[in-house]
């Protein structure tokens, strides 16, 4: 069955694109076919939107990861202050990070950590917002829409949505965040979700022969529509999709697939968490700009010990995993590592042996994309409740990744009120590290 589909794609509740890269099963090609993502990307380039190849990886640790127990464990502090889990020495004279995270410490020259991140949203959803757009939104605790784009969102807009070379998306989602979208930048610069429907859409599930047949039919209804076309706009969207069809058939789609991936290499990034971010590197290395993988489960009101030597262990693995391999290929100065939540966790252990939401200070920690690694950025007060130093952002930290990627900071996009915006008003990169 051959479907022609006009007009927009179906979106789901956050306002994401069902179109997901593909529409290989039966071979629709629809209203945002491969070949129109590909002409996208070639009129980008053609406007002067052209950026470095580098990438973005950003682990979301969502529900609000203690800054104690992670990057900041403040032994000086008083007892009901300080980390419940100790602190364990990096190889950086002088730093220690919290008591799960022995193999990160290892890694810990090859990576930096914020210590002064500060915001003024303790909400779930209007954290979230704020660190992953730069902007406060305070309804977005009741239930209303994200109202900025979010970064992978603009690289999408800025590069094209598909890599011209591999067909690879360029904004891929490992695990659904709120804010993670494109809002008024329009749905064809969501995310890519590749679980579920939107993997199987990737997949060839028909033989080249059947393949060719449909091409032909491809072929001759455009023949049609070029009659019918006096100014000659069909002869320029040849070549799109001529590639498109080669990308179909390339073994570009393999990225997803942990099968092509080395057995040794899967077992050092472990389970879980590790797979979520050896895919997210196998991705970047097939040329996408920007990968969110969300590890949740940080909202840690009570027992806070248990809980990190739960969640800890895992990320200690994965993320040293990480940083070591990108290093090892030769890839971690083309990738960035963003780690982070939507806010930190009261300085003061509660009665449940927990700490509750708290935006006046949280951590982030940074590795390669060519940042100076290596080093501890600012510093919190006496009992780790604010930044002793000037505070960090979310417009610093959007500031920061523009950099990275090349992006001109003055960027503007029109809103939904047809109002040409910026995307970075006040934010400026992260004077240490760039």
């Keep these: 069955m051959l479907d022609l589909v006009f007009g927009r ?9 069902r179109r ?36 973005v990886i950003w682990l979301w640790l969502s529900g609000g990861p203690t800054h104690v127990e992670t990057f900041d464990p403040k032994m000086t502090a008083p007892a009901e202050y300080r980390s419940v889990t100790g602190e364990v020495q990096t190889n950086l004279p002088g730093v220690t990070l919290g008591g799960n995270f022995q193999k990160m410490a290892q890694v810990a020259d090859r990576m930096a950590f914020v210590r002064s991140f500060a915001h003024t949203n303790s909400g779930h959803s209007g954290g979230t917002h704020y660190v992953m757009t730069g902007y406060d939104h305070r309804l977005a605790d009741n239930g209303a829409n994200p109202n900025r784009p979010f970064l992978g969102s603009i690289v999408s807009r800025i590069r094209g949505t598909n890599h011209p070379n ?22 064809a610069f969501g995310p890519f979700d590749p679980a579920g429907e939107a993997r199987r859409n990737m997949s060839l599930t028909v033989d080249q022969n059947r393949l060719s047949n449909r091409r032909s039919m491809l072929d001759g209804i455009d023949t049609v529509r070029r009659d019918i076309d006096r100014k000659g706009l069909m002869e320029g969207l040849d070549s799109f999709e001529e590639q498109a069809f080669n990308l179909i058939l390339s073994r570009s789609q393999q990225a997803f697939d942990m099968k092509f991936e080395d057995p040794r290499v899967v077992d050092r990034y472990g389970r879980g968490l590790g797979e979520q971010l050896l895919l997210a590197r196998r991705l970047c290395e097939a ?20 809980e990190m030597d739960r969640r800890g262990p895992e990320v200690d693995t994965a993320v040293s995993a990480l940083v070591e ?74 500031a920061t990744v523009f950099d990275v990627l090349g992006f001109d900071k003055r960027i503007q996009f029109t809103n939904q009120s047809g109002r040409p915006t910026y995307m970075i008003e006040t934010g400026r990169p992260i004077e240490e590290l760039v």
Excluded at 9 to 17: A, I, L, M, P, V
Excluded at 169 to 179: D, K
């Design 9 to 17: 794609s179906r979106t789901n509740c956050e306002g994401t694109s």
């Design 325 to 398: 391999d990108l290093d090892q290929r030769g890839m971690l100065e083309n990738v960035l590592l963003v780690i982070s939540g939507e806010f930190g966790r009261t300085p003061k252990i509660n009665g449940s042996g927990g700490r509750d939401h708290w935006a006046p200070l949280s951590t982030l920690a940074f590795a390669g994309g060519g940042l100076k690694m290596g080093q501890v950025v600012g510093e919190s007060a006496e009992k780790v409740d604010v930044p002793k130093t000037t505070p960090i952002t979310p417009q610093d930290l959007m």
């Design 166 to 187: 591999t067909g690879i998306p360029t904004y891929v989602r490992l695990g659904g965040i709120y804010a993670d979208g494109p809002a008024f930048l329009g749905t």
């Design 20 to 55: 997901d890269f593909l529409r290989i099963g039966g071979l629709g090609l629809s209203s945002v076919s491969l070949g129109t993502l590909l002409q996208q990307k070639s009129l980008a380039a053609e406007q002067g939107q052209r950026t470095s190849d580098k990438s």
């Design 287 to 306: 040329g996408c700009g920007f990968v969110t993988v969300n590890y949740g489960g940080w909202d840690m009101h009570g027992n806070i010990k248990q």
